[in-house]
């Protein structure tokens, strides 16, 4: 080991709303309650990595509404910001303002001002290195609630120092073009419990409009709008869930489950988001409108296939 | 057996072994859980088993929902494959200050406080499945003199290692959590340890669990 390997490192000086350090997330511990976890946004998840030539697992820093606010000390670094992202580089008390989707080169005491994320909610930082994190179990994907991952499970913290290893050589540009395009339709496939439900529920499901509650984080979406009202039991027993599982509570509220999810839950399922618009999904903020429309397995499974290429193209036409 | 699998979105199998929740059920999905655990099918990422149904989540790149389903039909089962389970004893001190219900369960079930310990003592409990939060275990069935409705407001915080009873089940709250079970004491055993990188959890589904009474001072002496 180099003796120096800890002299980049990043200090925390505002930790943003919620910042934590992501990959590609938990495989086969659901059965003991470990949700899968990992980055959000999946596909933003890979850009950063592809634009930082790193491995597609390399851990970035995922961020939420406000990031982090971050003084760099150390060599010369390529980093680069995914998503729809307002950020700035404060270097010698001068305001630099650059774009998401190419490598910027941050210098010694350069200041990282990850200000917001715009009419979405999650953002990633990704270095031409890698960020010295915890692994468990296969993942250093941070779940604040199981407490396990890097940080020791926790979110970041105002005045924490983040190390770095690996360090590259300044990488090229690698410019992506890139729009994060909102979706208002999502599109789901019937869930199991799909009977439980009176037709003009389901009618009202498909065609009404529902509002994205202040009550959504890593774990879940809560939607208001009509009620969801069941006709047969607003219990089942407990079942396993999936990411883009949508219940329908006793209340009546749908609430969709997202990457760290609990793995059982005890309310009917009416449907499920399709693997395509999960991205999508989980980039729409509280306050905004989403309506549910229904396909079939086949057709997801065409979308999901539509969606791969366009991720590919991306990836093979950086500049 | 499986009665019927569908698809559960895109990217996951919704295996149907019945309504009922009963050990003979819950055994045939473990058994199919541990069949496929040692599978290696592609694609697979997640098995999740419960009462009576089994979800197998995949990655949508590296298989589908057919070509899963069309080797989950044709496993050939290891009969009684439960080599994985074992019979793990935990001690549970039932002071006051850790048995938060016990005086509700009293009046509620008209039974004195004795004889609720004395009954949940006596049997062994199976662990139907794990989950909810990490490593929580469900475990049945409770005698059904102790069957108990939940709290009508549950807790905002349960204390971490509470044991909890609800109807025919009774869990262990692996983390402080809001919850609405009646709880009747508390173990010093970490049930899900999360500095631990290899099997952070002491119980699996399939499990076999018997409780054991200690004293406030054993309990004191186990947490040192």
Redesign the interface.
Same mark, same amino acid.
């Given at each position: 080991m180099k003796k120096n390997m800890n002299k980049n490192y990043f200090e925390v000086l505002r930790p943003g709303i919620n910042s934590t350090f992501q990959d590609n997330g938990r495989?086969? /511990?659901?059965?003991? $309650?470990?949700p /899968?976890s990992g980055a959000m946004d999946n596909r933003n998840f890979l850009l950063a990595n592809t634009i930082s030539n790193n491995e597609i697992n390399n851990p970035v820093l995922e961020f939420a509404y406000q990031g982090p606010k971050l003084k760099y000390i150390g060599e010369n670094i390529s980093i680069n910001v995914t998503g729809d992202v307002n950020f700035k580089i404060i270097r010698k008390n001068k305001n630099l303002e650059f774009s998401c989707y190419e490598n910027i080169i941050l210098e010694n005491n350069d200041c990282l001002d990850i200000l917001s994320t715009n009419r979405s909610v999650y953002g990633y930082l990704s270095i031409g290195g890698t960020f010295e994190v915890d692994y468990?179990?296969n993942s250093c994907s941070t779940n604040t609630?199981?407490?396990?991952g890097a940080n020791s $499970?926790e979110k970041l913290e105002k005045g924490q120092i983040i190390h770095l290893k690996n360090i590259k050589k300044i990488l090229p540009k690698n410019k992506i073009e890139y729009l994060n395009s909102k979706i208002e339709n999502i599109r789901i496939?019937k869930?199991?419990h799909f009977d439980y439900f009176s037709k003009d529920a389901i009618h009202s499901f498909l065609s009404d409009e529902f509002n994205v509650t202040k009550l959504s984080d890593r774990m879940g979406i809560r939607l208001k709008g009509p009620k969801i009202s069941n006709i047969k039991n607003t219990n089942i027993?407990?079942?396993?869930?999936?990411k $883009?599982?949508i219940q329908i509570t006793a209340d009546g509220d749908p609430i969709i489950m997202l990457s760290d999810h609990?793995?059982?839950?005890g309310y009917p399922?009416i449907g499920?988001?399709?693997?395509a618009d999960y991205d999508k999904l989980v980039q729409i903020p509280p306050g905004s409108k989403i309506k549910f429309k229904e396909i079939n397995?086949k057709d997801?499974?065409t979308i /999901?296939k539509l969606y791969?290429m366009e991720t590919q193209n991306l990836i093979s036409n950086i500049k | 057996m499986i009665k019927n699998i569908?698809?559960?979105? @895109?990217?996951?199998l919704?295996c @149907?072994f019945g309504?009922e929740?009963n050990k003979e059920i819950n055994r045939n999905v473990i058994n199919y859980?541990n069949n496929l655990r040692d599978s290696n099918f592609l694609g697979? &990422?997640?098995? &999740?088993?419960?009462?009576?149904?089994?979800?197998i989540?995949f990655d949508?790149?590296l298989t589908?929902?057919a070509k899963l389903k069309k080797q989950v039909e044709n496993l050939e089962l290891k009969k009684n494959n439960n080599s994985k389970n074992n019979l793990i004893k935990i001690p549970v001190c039932c002071a006051e200050e850790f048995a938060l219900d016990i005086k509700r369960l009293q009046k509620l079930l008209k039974i004195n406080e004795a004889k609720i310990y004395e009954t949940f003592f006596s049997k062994n409990y199976y662990c139907y499945? &794990?989950?909810?939060?990490?490593?929580?275990p469900?475990l049945g069935d409770m005698d059904k003199s102790l069957f108990a409705k939940r709290l009508e407001t549950p807790r905002v915080k349960v204390p971490k290692n509470s044991i909890g009873i609800t109807e025919q089940f009774c869990n262990i709250y &692996?983390?402080e959590s809001p919850g609405g079970w009646n709880i009747i004491g508390k173990t010093p055993v970490d049930i899900?340890d999360?500095k631990k990188?290899t099997e952070?959890?002491l119980i699996?589904?399939g499990d076999t669990i018997s409780f054991y009474p200690i004293s406030k001072l054993e309990y004191e002496k186990k947490y040192e």
């Amino acid at each position: 080991m180099k003796k120096n390997m800890n002299k980049n490192y990043f200090e925390v000086l505002r930790p943003g709303i919620n910042s934590t350090f992501q990959d590609n997330g938990r495989n086969n /511990f659901y059965h003991i $309650g470990i949700p /899968f976890s990992g980055a959000m946004d999946n596909r933003n998840f890979l850009l950063a990595n592809t634009i930082s030539n790193n491995e597609i697992n390399n851990p970035v820093l995922e961020f939420a509404y406000q990031g982090p606010k971050l003084k760099y000390i150390g060599e010369n670094i390529s980093i680069n910001v995914t998503g729809d992202v307002n950020f700035k580089i404060i270097r010698k008390n001068k305001n630099l303002e650059f774009s998401c989707y190419e490598n910027i080169i941050l210098e010694n005491n350069d200041c990282l001002d990850i200000l917001s994320t715009n009419r979405s909610v999650y953002g990633y930082l990704s270095i031409g290195g890698t960020f010295e994190v915890d692994y468990y179990l296969n993942s250093c994907s941070t779940n604040t609630k199981a407490k396990i991952g890097a940080n020791s $499970g926790e979110k970041l913290e105002k005045g924490q120092i983040i190390h770095l290893k690996n360090i590259k050589k300044i990488l090229p540009k690698n410019k992506i073009e890139y729009l994060n395009s909102k979706i208002e339709n999502i599109r789901i496939i019937k869930g199991p419990h799909f009977d439980y439900f009176s037709k003009d529920a389901i009618h009202s499901f498909l065609s009404d409009e529902f509002n994205v509650t202040k009550l959504s984080d890593r774990m879940g979406i809560r939607l208001k709008g009509p009620k969801i009202s069941n006709i047969k039991n607003t219990n089942i027993k407990s079942e396993g869930l999936v990411k $883009g599982v949508i219940q329908i509570t006793a209340d009546g509220d749908p609430i969709i489950m997202l990457s760290d999810h609990g793995t059982i839950g005890g309310y009917p399922k009416i449907g499920v988001v399709i693997t395509a618009d999960y991205d999508k999904l989980v980039q729409i903020p509280p306050g905004s409108k989403i309506k549910f429309k229904e396909i079939n397995l086949k057709d997801a499974e065409t979308i /999901f296939k539509l969606y791969e290429m366009e991720t590919q193209n991306l990836i093979s036409n950086i500049k | 057996m499986i009665k019927n699998i569908s698809n559960l979105g @895109d990217a996951a199998l919704y295996c @149907d072994f019945g309504t009922e929740v009963n050990k003979e059920i819950n055994r045939n999905v473990i058994n199919y859980f541990n069949n496929l655990r040692d599978s290696n099918f592609l694609g697979i &990422t997640n098995i &999740t088993p419960s009462y009576n149904k089994l979800v197998i989540s995949f990655d949508l790149k590296l298989t589908s929902f057919a070509k899963l389903k069309k080797q989950v039909e044709n496993l050939e089962l290891k009969k009684n494959n439960n080599s994985k389970n074992n019979l793990i004893k935990i001690p549970v001190c039932c002071a006051e200050e850790f048995a938060l219900d016990i005086k509700r369960l009293q009046k509620l079930l008209k039974i004195n406080e004795a004889k609720i310990y004395e009954t949940f003592f006596s049997k062994n409990y199976y662990c139907y499945m &794990t989950g909810f939060i990490a490593g929580m275990p469900f475990l049945g069935d409770m005698d059904k003199s102790l069957f108990a409705k939940r709290l009508e407001t549950p807790r905002v915080k349960v204390p971490k290692n509470s044991i909890g009873i609800t109807e025919q089940f009774c869990n262990i709250y &692996t983390f402080e959590s809001p919850g609405g079970w009646n709880i009747i004491g508390k173990t010093p055993v970490d049930i899900f340890d999360n500095k631990k990188n290899t099997e952070p959890n002491l119980i699996n589904p399939g499990d076999t669990i018997s409780f054991y009474p200690i004293s406030k001072l054993e309990y004191e002496k186990k947490y040192e």
